[in-house]
């Protein structure tokens, strides 16, 4: 699935994304970048990639509260791991956890030709959808189909205040938000969905759940997970089962795979889902050239995906 958003006041420039790509999350900020940067031991790489960790609790996703508990930690974490990776230019991708951005496909019976008007027109339809003012908050889309008197629009919303919180971390940084994508929506940049996918992005404190066949979006799901371990583990595996069916429902035959990228090993996620049936496959392998630091279990498929898009 490609150009997931258009150009509007939360995605990048015409003419491509950025490249480089910051993904900034609870446990820390993983940064990218293309051609010309480093590899730990001199050589040049075709990506690069740093970590710098966050102290627990300097980040708390939220869309009613301000995420930066510790905002000067989360500012010197995103100027490390970019200022490792070393990028050509000041602009940046930056991609945000999927709990902050809601994601929607909406059905018009037709759209005014100008993108500006779009956007008022699918800002008016998200006003009683989201816990959250509208008016003040970023807005994108995406036309997915088109005909003679429909179309099918993904949407993507973002609470003002929290969006200039990011955004405000990364010019203090030192460097310019060119994109703003929710994690998941920046991997399904690397998904081949020609005969449909199945995908999961777990995070330490949600799930997205998402299936694509070709250019459509037909599930896109978001998850707060409990705490409790059984607890978390009986959502993990009740938010596969239920895509898995909307897979099948859909596209009339099951899924052949799941693709995954998380903070759990792929190994961990296939046993807490309970279903040897399903093969897990990684959504985006971990890199094994152009680490420039340790790198943890995450989700690469952020970064590669917003990379992907790059000009």
Same mark, same amino acid.
């Given at each position: 699935?490609r150009?997931?958003?258009?150009?509007?006041?939360?995605?990048?420039?015409?003419?491509?994304?950025?490249?480089?790509?910051?993904?900034?999350?609870?446990?820390?900020?993983l940064?990218a %970048?293309l051609?010309?940067?480093?590899?730990?031991h #001199?050589?040049?790489s075709a /990506?690069?990639?740093?970590?710098?960790?966050?102290?627990?609790?300097?980040?708390?996703?939220?869309?009613?509260?301000p995420?930066?508990?510790? *905002?000067?930690?989360?500012?010197?974490a995103?100027?490390?791991a970019? #200022?490792?990776v070393?990028?050509?230019?000041?602009?940046?991708?930056?991609?945000?956890? @999927?709990?902050?951005?809601?994601v929607?496909?909406? @059905?018009f019976?037709?759209?005014?030709?100008k993108?500006?008007?779009?956007?008022?027109?699918? /800002?008016f339809?998200l /006003?009683?959808?989201?816990?959250?003012?509208?008016?003040? !908050?970023?807005?994108?889309?995406?036309?997915l189909s088109?005909?003679?008197?429909?179309?099918?629009?993904?949407a993507?919303?973002?609470?003002?205040?929290?969006?200039a919180?990011?955004?405000? %971390?990364?010019?203090?940084?030192?460097?310019?938000?060119?994109?703003?994508?929710?994690?998941?929506?920046? %991997?399904?940049?690397?998904?081949?969905?020609?005969?449909?996918?199945?995908?999961?992005?777990?995070g330490?404190?949600?799930?997205?759940?998402?299936?694509a066949?070709?250019?459509?979006?037909?599930l896109?799901?978001?998850? @707060?997970?409990?705490?409790?371990?059984t607890?978390r583990a009986?959502e993990?595996?009740?938010?596969i089962?239920?895509?898995?069916?909307?897979?099948? @429902?859909?596209?009339? !035959?099951p *899924?052949?795979?799941?693709?995954?990228?998380?903070t759990?090993?792929p190994?961990?996620?296939?046993?807490?889902?309970?279903?040897p049936?399903?093969?897990?496959?990684e959504?985006?392998? /971990?890199?094994?050239?152009?680490a420039?630091?340790?790198?943890?279990?995450t989700s690469?498929a952020?970064?590669?995906?917003?990379l992907?898009?790059?000009?």
């Amino acid at each position: 699935m490609r150009s997931i958003l258009k150009r509007t006041k939360f995605t990048a420039k015409s003419g491509g994304r950025p490249p480089a790509a910051v993904e900034i999350s609870p446990e820390g900020v993983l940064a990218a %970048a293309l051609a010309g940067a480093r590899s730990r031991h #001199g050589a040049d790489s075709a /990506r690069a990639y740093a970590f710098a960790p966050l102290p627990e609790g300097a980040l708390v996703p939220a869309i009613d509260t301000p995420n930066f508990h510790a *905002p000067d930690a989360v500012v010197s974490a995103i100027r490390s791991a970019l #200022g490792e990776v070393a990028p050509h230019t000041r602009a940046v991708t930056l991609i945000l956890p @999927d709990t902050l951005i809601r994601v929607f496909v909406l @059905d018009f019976d037709s759209l005014p030709t100008k993108a500006t008007e779009v956007v008022s027109v699918v /800002r008016f339809r998200l /006003r009683k959808m989201v816990p959250f003012d509208v008016e003040p !908050a970023g807005v994108s889309y995406q036309v997915l189909s088109q005909g003679e008197s429909e179309y099918k629009v993904l949407a993507a919303v973002i609470p003002g205040p929290i969006l200039a919180e990011y955004e405000s %971390a990364v010019r203090n940084a030192g460097y310019e938000p060119g994109a703003v994508l929710s994690s998941t929506l920046a %991997a399904l940049e690397v998904a081949d969905s020609t005969h449909g996918v199945l995908a999961a992005s777990l995070g330490a404190r949600s799930i997205t759940t998402t299936v694509a066949s070709g250019n459509d979006l037909l599930l896109y799901r978001t998850l @707060d997970l409990p705490p409790d371990p059984t607890a978390r583990a009986a959502e993990i595996a009740r938010s596969i089962a239920v895509a898995s069916a909307y897979f099948e @429902d859909k596209l009339g !035959a099951p *899924p052949e795979r799941l693709h995954y990228a998380g903070t759990q090993s792929p190994v961990e996620f296939a046993e807490s889902i309970g279903n040897p049936s399903l093969p897990i496959v990684e959504w985006a392998a /971990r890199p094994e050239e152009g680490a420039l630091t340790s790198l943890p279990q995450t989700s690469f498929a952020g970064v590669q995906g917003a990379l992907a898009g790059a000009s």
